[in-house]
């Protein structure tokens, strides 16, 4: 990442970095410590448990939670619904018997994971945008009551967008690289990042294979050393969860958990034919959603009934619903306000040193998610070589690129405000790059430089 300014403003700046990890882990850890879950190991928290005790007490990957419970007449079977990313972060830590010292000891751990990610998105901010855009970056993610309240969670979030952050500061790091060596090794590196990213949630499963199929584009086609490279690297790291499944499930891919996201997602609001009692879990309340969720056949064929049925309620919903769920502050299918589980406590909910921190936060999070898309929009005009530079217009665009995937695959499926919350450093950044974009084209206004 590029080095600080000499001099005065070098220091200032050194010592604003250090006073945002201060924030930043102070909340962290503050929130570690001080909230209290209801029953934490629940729903997709105790699948992942499951995972991480069958893999480490019974050497089988399986989400059976029968085991634990002392209830299992035989050895669970092993499946590959979820990556094993998150599982094995967790196996660090699960004992034999479940308690909550176990808890508490993930939940600190996630707190300096979080803090990682903090750190880099700070600097890869800095190195973008300058020293005092990027610290306003690093605050704003200090600041996110998001990237803290998830980390009392036994869910894969945290720790998914450490390994997001670090893929994308590889990337970075490649397109800035002049040496075709270090180029290509740091793009290598940021596919095996985006690789692990991958073990841990599946959203970015299609990333790599669409950066393959855009080198039919003749502007992409001149990076098609990086991406090969970039693919090497995520295949080196995926490689060995696919032979796992192909030998033991004799298929290298398990299509379920697509299958039923994709299903669930395509009821307009989240509710089964507009039934508010049915938010958030309409597919429960629908008798054709397993048949829908059973095969890609079955969900085609549930896709055309129901645009047949309502065609401008499913074109609202795919073109701005979703993405207005997504972006949401709020998770509306979870607990209350940005809260997926119930806690007993938590000091975003009581500390007055909190709370405030979360109303301004609240205040600018739908002005900041709006200049975040349009940011996406704006990295690909012609200008934004003139105004940053060869190598970070390649950067913002490649940025830009991923955060339009990752609002693509939502669209598709299951817009869920939680899954936003990883990918909430790289809308900040977004959003204050378009800010930049647009102080800087009036200033070249200004000055009278052609446009």
């Known amino acids: 990442m590029r080095r600080l300014t000499g001099g005065v403003q070098g220091w200032l700046q050194a010592g604003g970095l250090l ?7 102070s909340l962290r850890l503050g929130t570690a410590e001080r909230t209290q879950v209801d029953h934490p190991i629940r729903n997709d928290a105790k699948e992942y448990v499951a995972y991480a ?44 018997y479940l308690d909550g010292a176990f808890v508490q000891r993930v939940v600190r751990a996630q707190a300096w994971v979080a803090g990682l990610t903090l750190l880099c998105a700070t600097l890869l901010a800095m190195e973008l945008l300058g020293g005092w855009t990027g610290l306003a970056l690093g605050l704003l993610v200090a600041l996110s009551p998001h990237l803290s309240v998830y980390v009392p969670y036994l869910l894969s979030e945290t720790l998914f967008g450490t390994a997001l952050m670090l893929a994308m500061a590889a990337a970075v790091l490649a397109l800035k690289a002049r040496r075709r060596g270090w180029r290509l090794a740091m793009a290598a590196t940021a596919g095996a990042l985006f690789g692990a990213a991958c073990l841990i949630r599946p959203t970015l499963n299609q990333w790599v294979p669409v950066l393959l199929v855009l080198l039919l584009v003749p502007a992409v086609r001149r990076f098609w050393r990086e991406i090969a490279a970039l693919a090497l690297g995520f295949a080196l790291a995926m490689s060995p969860w696919w032979i796992r499944n192909e030998t033991t499930l004799h ?37 054709a959603a397993a048949k ?58 009581t500390d007055a040193a909190y709370l405030p ?46 955060h339009l995937f990752v609002i693509g ?26 800010l930049a974009w647009l102080f800087r084209a009036y200033r070249e206004h200004r000055r009278g430089t052609p446009a």
Do not use: C
Request: hydrophobic residues 50%; glycine residues 8%.
């Open 251 to 287: 298929h290298a891919t398990d299509a379920e958990k697509m299958l039923t996201t994709l299903q669930q997602g395509s009821y307009p609001d989240l509710m089964y034919e507009g039934r508010p009692e049915t938010f958030g879990t309409a597919y429960s309340f629908d008798p």
């Open 409 to 434: 695959v939502h669209v598709a499926g299951l817009p869920i405000g939680r899954y936003s919350v990883p990918f909430r450093p790289l809308s900040f950044l977004l959003a204050l790059f378009l």
């Open 292 to 349: 829908a969720a059973s095969s890609w056949s079955g969900l085609f064929a549930d896709l055309r009934a129901k645009f047949a049925r309502q065609p401008w309620t499913m074109v609202r919903w795919y073109l701005f619903g979703k993405i207005t769920y997504f972006f949401g502050w709020a998770s509306p299918e979870g607990w209350v306000d940005i809260f997926t589980y119930p806690v007993f406590r938590s000091p975003w909910l």
């Open 53 to 96: 005790w069958n893999w480490k007490y019974q050497g089988v990957y399986s989400a059976d939670f029968s085991a634990i419970l002392g209830a299992a007449k035989a050895p669970p079977a092993p499946d590959a619904v979820r990556p094993p990313g998150y599982p094995l972060f967790l196996r660090a830590f699960v004992p034999l």
């Open 357 to 402: 921190i979360a109303s301004a936060m609240h205040g600018i999070h739908a002005p900041l998610m709006i200049f975040g898309v349009l940011g996406t929009l704006i990295a690909f005009l012609p200008r934004t070589r003139r105004l940053f530079g060869d190598y970070r217009a390649d950067a913002f665009r490649f940025l830009a690129l991923l």
């Open 19 to 25: 006073l945002v990890l201060l924030v930043g882990m």
